[in-house]
């Protein structure tokens, strides 16, 4: 019998039909069926508007007639927290300017020593530099108030989960649903409740601030050793003495870590609440420079908020670490230096937005863009153009509408795509020949999507294929989760939209997996590597997601480039670290018995290490998609379509029920993507019997 006999026997005789495979078969012949019958029954393509649910209609006016309800007492919160923000306002710009930077920088001492206190005095000194002192305090009062009410409603969430497991699968999931509903989406309702103004950016602060602090809550409660548990019972404590007084202060380091998420998460809201805020702060500085196209002084003012994000991070970071502090007798000499300071000049200290001094930076950074766009501004141009009519464009609407004589300089033919599946076909054919059916049939399907393009594929192809891919992760239920999810999303009406989102965030997530997959692969191989990146990914993590529009503004300008390009920045990180660790945590006695059998480095890395890592890598790139979900809505200030510009949209014209029902489509794309992910991490972990 023949290789290609013998091939064709084991597949019929079902030993190379797993469930991958058979899922696979099902896609394709549902996307030929949908090909074939489009010309017949075009709606197997686009979705009949009549079939369509009114939803935003139906959300506006129930939700409008709930806010419209609740607005008095609403309005009269917003009113109370505006005594504290007012407070925290005077105090922040009171304070002379050197004890600020003095009490930062004792503290940072404290807590982190020279480095440290070193970090926090030439922050605080580069955004007295800039002359955005006061801006700053602003943003701090924000912070200031922000951050308590979320400790105050995260903490109490975690706490009460943990008090009550029933209740604790309807926090986990609301958790899940605060975390990826884009942040756009939160502002549209509240500014109808609480009016224009800071205190609408304090709110929305707290509230995407929160989810952060709850979950670090339950997992530190979780965490608390059952032996101290039992210790408290035995003593006689009540329960609420159990719980303040042992098991809470157990798990204070993990609530320390929470209590840092929840400060740069506060900081990175209110940069976004800026956009309906009318506050004078930086946030406010970043938009209105950005759209005076002052990339300098964009520049300049985003970098403020960096370093802010930076000293914020390293200083709860520190705090949340179980280490010896520093001596309180140096923190307290430097207070009393900064004081003394204060005291002596404190008629001649300069206003400190007259401390211009790194104006002539931002004017050089403007002059020297300027002249360097006009130098290169045709590379610039070819590159945007490139990436897009050779690939976003071809990824969004297919090669068939892509490939014209005015982008690739020759125009696609039936006999093409005709031969373009031909090849598929051919090496699908090989594939399975070669006993990986599985993988040569998604080879032709992927020719199938990369042809037709992610906008205009069949409904019904998308709808199938993500309930077979569903079933291979994690079985019927994630299945019948998936399928239903998009349904939801289908009768909505924002079907067009989200397949646009799905194509630009889809683009972003398959270029970080494989650049930041290489560049973790580089620095697991090569400490040295991991040396220089890691600064960058440390920073890339601290700045808020507003500030990563500046840079590629700078020389692309407005566009779907730009967009994609702020997308990766900022979703590329997680791959990177995930690869890294998972490579570099392989168990010893696995890489001992590869060396000792004789493998090369390279050898090991692929064969061992690769294949243990893998849990890690995907939930790596399933963190990578729940960030470029998080971006994509931040994007639609710089031209972006789909659900984000809807959002972006309905924010200006105080749309609720489309921002509403826009966000919860975003929310069920990234749930569904976090959920087909994490089930075949899962499954790996299980083959590995982790």
Request: net charge neutral; charged share 10%.
């Amino acid at each position: 019998m023949s290789a290609l006999d013998t091939g064709f026997a084991t597949l019929q005789g079902g030993r190379l039909l797993t469930t991958g495979t058979k899922a696979a078969l099902v896609v394709l012949v549902v996307g030929a069926l949908c090909m074939a019958l489009a010309p017949i029954w075009p709606w197997l393509v686009k979705f009949p508007d009549s079939w369509t649910l009114p939803a935003s209609e139906w959300i506006g006016a129930s939700l409008g007639w709930f806010l419209n309800l609740i607005k008095p007492v609403a309005r009269v919160f917003s009113g109370i927290l505006a005594y504290p923000m007012e407070w925290a306002n005077v105090l922040f710009n009171g304070i002379p300017w050197p004890l600020t930077i003095g009490l930062v920088t004792a503290l940072g001492w404290y807590v982190g020593g020279w480095s440290l206190a070193a970090l926090s005095f030439l922050g605080l000194s580069f955004v007295v530099s800039s002359g955005y002192w006061n801006e700053s305090m602003n943003t701090l009062s924000l912070v200031a108030v922000s951050v308590p009410l979320a400790l105050l409603i995260g903490g109490g969430v975690g706490i009460l989960a943990n008090e009550i497991p029933r209740v604790r699968n309807a926090v986990q999931t609301l958790m899940d649903v605060m975390q990826t509903v884009p942040t756009f989406a939160y502002l549209t309702p509240l500014l109808l409740l609480f009016g224009f103004g800071p205190v609408v950016g304090l709110i929305a602060s707290a509230i995407y601030a929160a989810p952060p602090m709850a979950r670090n809550v339950m997992l530190g409660l979780e965490r608390v050793e059952t032996d101290i548990k039992e210790a408290a019972i035995m003593s006689g404590g009540t329960r609420m003495q159990q719980l303040f007084l042992v098991e809470i202060p157990s798990a204070s380091q993990q609530i320390m870590v929470g209590v840092n998420q929840c400060l740069m998460a506060a900081l990175s809201m209110v940069i976004i609440a800026a956009v309906i805020g009318g506050f004078n702060d930086i946030g406010w500085e970043v938009l209105l420079t950005m759209r005076k196209a002052q990339f300098g002084q964009a520049l300049l003012a985003g970098l403020v908020v960096v370093v802010f994000a930076i000293v914020i991070d390293r200083i709860s970071g520190q705090m949340a670490e179980d280490r010896r502090r520093h001596s309180r007798r140096i923190s307290g000499a430097i207070i009393a230096i900064a004081g003394v300071i204060a005291l002596a000049f404190w008629s001649h200290l300069p206003d400190p937005a007259s401390l211009t001094l790194l104006q002539p930076v931002a004017d050089w950074v403007d002059g020297g863009l300027s002249a360097f766009t006009v130098a290169n501004g045709s590379g610039l141009d070819t590159l945007k153009n490139g990436a897009m009519f050779y690939g976003l464009l071809p990824l969004r609407i297919g090669l068939d509408g892509a490939v014209l004589p005015f982008t690739w300089g020759f125009q696609w033919t039936q006999n093409m795509s005709f031969a373009f599946f031909a090849i598929a076909a051919a090496l699908g054919v090989v594939l399975a020949w070669r006993g990986n059916v599985a993988a040569g049939v998604m080879l032709v399907i992927g020719a199938g999507v990369v042809e037709t393009g992610i906008t205009d594929l069949p409904w019904p192809f998308i709808l199938i294929g993500a309930g077979a891919v569903g079933w291979v992760a994690g079985g019927r239920k994630l299945a019948q989760f998936a399928v239903l999810m998009l349904v939801a999303v289908l009768l909505s009406g924002l079907w067009d939209k989200a397949l646009l989102s799905l194509y630009l965030s889809g683009a972003a997530v398959i270029t970080c997996a494989i650049v930041g997959g290489a560049i973790g692969l580089l620095c697991a191989m090569s400490p040295l590597a991991w040396r220089f990146v890691q600064p960058i990914c440390d920073m890339l993590q601290t700045i808020p997601l507003f500030v990563f529009l500046i840079p590629v503004l700078m020389f692309f300008q407005i566009g779907e480039f730009s967009a994609f390009l702020a997308i990766c920045f900022y979703a590329i990180v997680p791959m990177i670290r995930y690869t890294r660790h998972g490579l570099v945590t392989t168990p010893d006695e696995l890489i001992e018995a590869a060396v000792s059998s004789g493998a090369t480095t390279w050898q090991t890395m692929v064969e061992v290490r690769a294949p243990y890592a893998a849990p890690t890598i995907l939930l790596g790139l399933n963190q990578t998609i729940l960030y470029a979900f998080a971006m994509l809505v931040i994007a639609a200030l710089i031209g972006t379509t789909g659900l984000g510009q809807s959002i972006f949209l309905a924010l200006g014209q105080a749309d609720v029920g489309l921002g509403i029902t826009s966000g919860a489509c975003m929310a069920i794309l990234a749930l569904v993507a976090d959920r087909l992910v994490q089930g075949f991490a899962t499954e790996r972990r299980k083959a590995l019997g982790l």
